[in-house]
């Protein structure tokens, strides 16, 4: 029985050999970020894991994947208080600067009723070519002491002119500024026009003579005045009353063409045209629809079926209903009535005071031009943001 035994443990299989544990891959680490790179944000944030596999809906479908999200809003839980809107050189222009000069515009009543964007771009083309010249003032090379010396003395030439410090402070507040912001105006108003002065001739450059020389012969300041004599019917003016009807809602234009198609009929029937004006609301009170003397034509550049009439019409004749333009842009419909023409004035070359006249207008022209052809010379060298700012250098702005 043993022997047995031990003849069928022979006969089986022997166990197998233990296996050596299977070795885990090697878990790849994350490259090494300098930490310059961890605060310049260059290297990118840690690769994100494999997406889980989506679970497909009951009837065997893959589900969509979810919409992106939307992107975070970097000035989410700020607010814009102030921004750079200009920059010439290394100087910038803020929009708190900006705004502070269109109010003073606005509160010149020289300027009453102008548009409000209209101040806005035009004190945006007006600094900007201050900050030109505040630079080409700079880099003349004028004594830093004498150009400080002149600005202690204009500033106390302008609080003896308030009266006080007080009321020159009083002054500084209602156009929200500080005696600092004041000294600041004051050295750059030197700088421009040390500058101006230099370009045209009318002060002494660095090195302490004029480089510029202003003669006027009188030969071509008489030339100048024949030829204003010539051109003198295509400078006439003419006063008109006008009754305006301006577009409101859309589909306005049909009804203000039928009403003044009716006024018309009226005004030709004997009511008083000013009259009407004043009633409609088209004119100021007391004004009875007159306008000041207008350039026939600048009429004719800037609202031509108004400017081609004024330009054949006769004294008292009424137009017909016409199309009024704003700004290039349909405004509205007019009725025009001339009252007067008058030929812009030209002022004699026979006597002394004529001479001096047309010699000391040649010379201004002169100086103009100089400015201009030194802006030019300036922006060619300078750094202007927006670049657009100066669509035409050589505009007067």
């Known amino acids: ?33 300098s930490r310059e790179d961890r605060l310049e944000g260059r290297v990118a944030a840690d690769p994100a894991a494999p997406a889980a596999p989506t679970a497909p809906t009951a009837n065997g479908a893959t589900p969509a994947p979810d919409p992106a999200a939307a992107p975070e809003d970097p000035m989410a839980g700020w607010t814009k208080i102030n921004a750079a809107v200009l920059i010439v050189n290394e100087d910038m222009a803020t929009m708190f600067e900006l705004q502070r000069g269109v109010a003073r515009r606005m509160r ?26 505040i630079d080409g003032g ?10 400080q010396r002149f600005v202690r003395d204009t500033l106390q030439r302008q609080a003896e002119e308030a009266g006080s410090v007080t009321r020159l402070a009083a002054d500084l ?57 010539r051109r003198q019917s295509e400078n006439r003016t003419v006063q008109v009353t006008q009754l305006v009807l301006t577009l409101g809602a859309p589909g306005s234009a049909e009804r203000a063409k039928r009403r ?29 629809g007159l306008s000041s003397f207008l350039n026939v034509e600048l009429l004719r550049a800037n609202n031509p079926p108004v400017g081609d009439f004024l330009a054949k019409a006769e004294a008292g004749e009424l137009s017909e209903v016409l199309e009024y333009y704003d700004r290039g842009r349909l405004a509205g419909y007019i009725l025009v009535r001339p009252e007067e023409y008058k030929l812009a004035p030209v002022e004699a070359f026979d006597e002394p005071r004529g001479q001096r006249v047309w010699i000391e207008g040649q010379r201004q022209r002169v100086s103009d031009r100089r400015i201009q052809t030194g802006l030019v010379d300036l922006l060619s060298g300078a750094y202007v943001w927006p670049p657009q700012i100066f669509g035409d250098p050589t505009s007067k702005r």
């Not at 043993?2 to 090697?26: K, R």
């Not at 700079?138 to 150009?147: I, S």
């Not at 409609?280 to 004004?287: D, F, P, V």
């Open 1 to 33: 029985m043993i022997q047995f035994l031990l003849a069928l443990c022979c006969v089986q299989d022997p166990a197998p050999p233990p296996t050596a544990p299977e070795a885990a891959p090697q878990k790849q680490g994350q490259p090494s970020r």
């Open 108 to 133: 010149d009543p020289r300027r009453g009723g102008a548009d409000p964007e209209r101040m806005f771009n035009d004190e945006l083309g007006e600094r900007a070519r201050h900050m030109l010249e």
């Open 138 to 147: 700079k880099n003349l090379g004028f004594d830093p002491q004498a150009v």
């Open 173 to 229: 507040k209602r156009d929200d500024i500080t005696s600092f912001d004041r000294k600041e105006e004051v050295n750059d108003y030197v700088n421009r026009m040390l500058w101006e002065q230099s370009v045209t001739g009318k002060a002494a450059s660095p090195g302490g003579r004029v480089s510029r020389d202003r003669y006027v012969r009188p030969g071509w300041a008489m030339f100048a005045q024949r030829v204003a004599v």
């Open 260 to 288: 003044l198609e009716e006024l018309r009929l009226r005004i030709l029937n004997g009511e008083d045209m000013g009259e009407l004006a004043e009633q409609l609301g088209a004119s100021e009170k007391g004004t009875r």
